[in-house]
Every structure is written in C-alpha cells, then in structure tokens.
C-alpha cells in the first residue's frame, strides 16, 4: 500500500500552487532542457530560483483635488536570475485559477519600474485562454507544456530524481485528464454538487476562465473578480460600468453554484433592508423579465451587510445537453441586459 502513494498527492492537499512552483524550481535548477524550453537558451546559466518572493510600494492617486499614497504588495511566484545579474525572470503560477487583466498590467507595471534589467515574465496556467488578455511583453505557457517539456528529460542524474519526475508526471497528468473532461462539456456536475471532493477546487478554476472570458465584454463591466469570501462555493462578482454603483451601495451581477443574482453590497449607514425592498418594487413597476426560477429576496428580520435582490438557477434555465462555458456566458450577458433595460428607465 506504502509503495502506490504518490508524493504529490500528499503534499497537493496544503497548497496546490506552491507545490508545483517549488518543483519545476527544481527542474529549472537541475536540467538544462527544462531551462531551455521555458527560459530560451539565450537566459544562460541561472541561480537556483526563490519562491514567492514578496515586495511592497507606494502607488499614488486621487482623492478629489488631493493626490495621496497607499502602500500596497506584489508577490511573485517564482523569480530567477542568472548568473551575471543581468537578466531577470518572473513566473506567474496559476494552478489553481487565472489571473485578470488588472493583476497582470499591475505587475508589468511594477517590473518596469523597479528593474533596469531585461525581464522575462511567464505566466503557468491550465487554459490557453488567457492569451486574451495577456499583455504583449508576457509568454503563456499551459500545464499541458510543462508536462511535455518535463517528459523530454533523458538523463535524470539519479535513480532518486528519475522516481520523483515520473510521479510529478503522473500526478499532474490526472490533473490533466480531469481537465480535459470538463472542458469537453462535462461542467454541471461542478455546479450541481460544488463541495464534493476536489469539485471546489475545479469550480474554482473554471469560473476563472468564465471570468477570463468575459473581459470581451469591456463594455458591459470594467472590474471583475473571483471570491471565496467566507463561503465554501466559489463566486464571481461582475461590477457593472453602468449606473449601479453609488455613494454608499453598489449593485452587482454574482455568480456562485448553479445561482445567478443581482445582488447588493452597501456600506456607511445605508439601510439595506430599505434599499432592497425599494429596488424589487422598481423592478416590478418596470415589469423585469424574469424566467420560470426566478426568485426575489424575501423581507427578513435577520440584518445583512448585503444580500440579493432577485436571482435564477441556471441549472434550471440551460439545458443538460447545452450546460458549457460558452451558454453560461451567454446567460450572464443576458441576465445584464435584462437588468440594464429594466433599471434604465
């Protein structure tokens, strides 16, 4: 029994993502092959790669007519330099979603001026999908090419390292397969049953790719996020560049299980119950379509910093055979379209 348990395995169930960035650190560090296909041959002999390497910086902005200061953090995953300091390489490693627009332009942003020196920045991911929004000055690379660059290596150097790169191997190739299997159109049982297993962690990193999709509709939103919040369902919140967002409360289009929902975030003193009671009477009076699962919020006595205001299943709305990334795209779309006509008025 001893003798089948994958190392891999063990230690995935701490940190999915600082387990592979710490071993393909390693395969960096000890085969040229590996070097070569992810670095370029012309990046030259390396020192052995730091993870998570942290920084922090003062960014300005304006807060009316006064320009103030914040401090903020960066962190990269994983960061090389060769062995003359000349060249310097920053990997952005997302095993477990997908990073936006906004966090990659806030690193290359970062990197240009804070290093004089060449950079080459990288992004690891599952899908290719982000090749939408990467900036130009970025490489994307898939798991699916690191397996194949890490299965070109011949010579191991030791019985030792040849026993962890076939189980590194195996271990991710059923990552792999998994992947493949919903991105062929097997999602709703992720959005059926969201907790089960390591369903979490794939709904988690399927919604990021819906996320990353939706940045074609710039138009539409113009701030975008994956949550876990205090919850254990994933969700996306969709910030609307429209009329939705006030003083002192916000609306916004949330997806998390199977439930799509127009929903509310408000702050300084506001009374939500008050709010939420008033917008679903708006939407009535200006007759919002609604579909056959739709709900809206119930007046409650239990107080809430937010809560929703009307919200559909979509399990119940998209059929089984037409359950993909692309129809749920469609119906987020929808869903807004519908709103925005009704609080157009």
Same mark, same amino acid.
């Given at each position: 029994m001893? %003798?089948?348990?994958?190392?891999f395995?063990?230690?995935?169930k701490?940190?999915?993502?600082?387990?592979?960035?710490?071993?393909?650190?390693?395969?960096?560090s000890?085969y040229?092959?590996?070097?070569q296909?992810?670095? $370029?041959?012309e990046?030259? +002999?390396?020192?052995?790669? &730091?993870?998570?390497?942290?920084?922090? @910086? &003062?960014?300005?902005? &304006?807060? $009316?007519?006064?320009?103030? @200061?914040?401090?903020?953090? !960066?962190?990269?995953?994983?960061?090389?330099? /060769?062995?003359?300091?000349?060249?310097?390489c920053?990997i952005?490693n997302k *095993?477990?979603?997908?990073p936006?627009?906004k966090?990659l332009?806030?690193?290359?942003?970062f990197?240009?001026?804070?290093?004089d020196?060449?950079v080459?920045?990288?992004?690891?991911?599952?899908s290719?999908?982000?090749?939408?929004i990467?900036?130009?000055?970025w490489i994307q690379?898939?798991?699916?090419? !690191?397996?194949?660059?890490?299965?070109?290596?011949?010579?191991?150097g030791?019985?030792?390292? &040849?026993?962890?790169?076939e189980e590194?191997?195996?271990?991710?190739? +059923?990552?792999l397969?998994? @992947?493949?299997i919903?991105?062929?159109?097997?999602?709703i049982?992720l *959005?059926?049953n969201?907790t089960?297993g390591?369903?979490?962690?794939?709904?988690?990193?399927?919604?990021?790719?819906?996320?990353?999709?939706l #940045? =074609?509709h +710039? %138009?539409?939103f113009?701030?975008?996020?994956?949550d876990l919040? $205090?919850? /254990?369902?994933?969700? !996306?919140?969709?910030?609307?560049n429209f009329i939705?967002?006030?003083k002192? #409360?916000?609306?916004?289009?949330?997806?998390?299980?199977?439930d799509?929902k127009?929903y509310?975030?408000?702050?300084?003193?506001m009374?939500?119950?008050?709010?939420?009671?008033e917008?679903?009477?708006?939407?009535?009076?200006?007759?919002? =379509?609604?579909k056959?699962?739709?709900?809206f919020k119930?007046?409650t006595?239990k107080?809430?910093?937010?809560?929703?205001?009307y919200?559909? %299943?979509?399990?119940?709305?998209?059929p089984?055979?037409?359950?993909?990334?692309?129809? !749920?795209?469609? @119906?987020i779309?929808?869903?807004?379209?519908?709103?925005?006509?009704?609080t157009?008025r």
């Amino acid at each position: 029994m001893i %003798d089948s348990i994958n190392i891999f395995k063990v230690l995935s169930k701490d940190d999915k993502e600082l387990i592979h960035s710490a071993f393909i650190s390693f395969l960096l560090s000890q085969y040229s092959i590996v070097r070569q296909e992810i670095l $370029g041959s012309e990046f030259g +002999e390396i020192d052995y790669p &730091k993870l998570e390497v942290p920084y922090s @910086y &003062k960014y300005e902005f &304006k807060d $009316g007519d006064e320009i103030k @200061y914040k401090k903020k953090r !960066i962190r990269f995953d994983i960061q090389i330099n /060769n062995l003359d300091n000349s060249k310097l390489c920053v990997i952005e490693n997302k *095993f477990k979603c997908l990073p936006t627009r906004k966090q990659l332009n806030e690193y290359s942003n970062f990197i240009s001026s804070h290093f004089d020196k060449e950079v080459k920045k990288i992004l690891i991911s599952f899908s290719d999908c982000t090749k939408n929004i990467l900036p130009n000055d970025w490489i994307q690379l898939t798991y699916s090419d !690191i397996y194949n660059i890490i299965s070109q290596i011949e010579d191991y150097g030791s019985q030792r390292n &040849k026993i962890f790169i076939e189980e590194y191997l195996s271990f991710l190739n +059923e990552y792999l397969e998994v @992947y493949r299997i919903y991105k062929n159109g097997n999602l709703i049982e992720l *959005f059926r049953n969201p907790t089960v297993g390591e369903n979490r962690f794939w709904l988690r990193l399927i919604l990021s790719e819906l996320l990353v999709n939706l #940045h =074609a509709h +710039e %138009d539409k939103f113009d701030f975008l996020y994956i949550d876990l919040g $205090g919850s /254990n369902v994933p969700l !996306i919140n969709l910030h609307s560049n429209f009329i939705w967002r006030k003083k002192n #409360h916000e609306f916004v289009i949330q997806l998390q299980g199977s439930d799509i929902k127009f929903y509310s975030h408000f702050w300084d003193g506001m009374n939500g119950k008050k709010l939420v009671a008033e917008t679903i009477q708006s939407l009535r009076d200006n007759n919002l =379509a609604t579909k056959g699962s739709g709900v809206f919020k119930k007046q409650t006595k239990k107080t809430e910093k937010s809560m929703f205001v009307y919200k559909e %299943d979509i399990l119940k709305e998209i059929p089984e055979k037409y359950f993909n990334l692309s129809t !749920i795209e469609n @119906y987020i779309i929808d869903f807004f379209e519908r709103f925005k006509k009704t609080t157009n008025r």
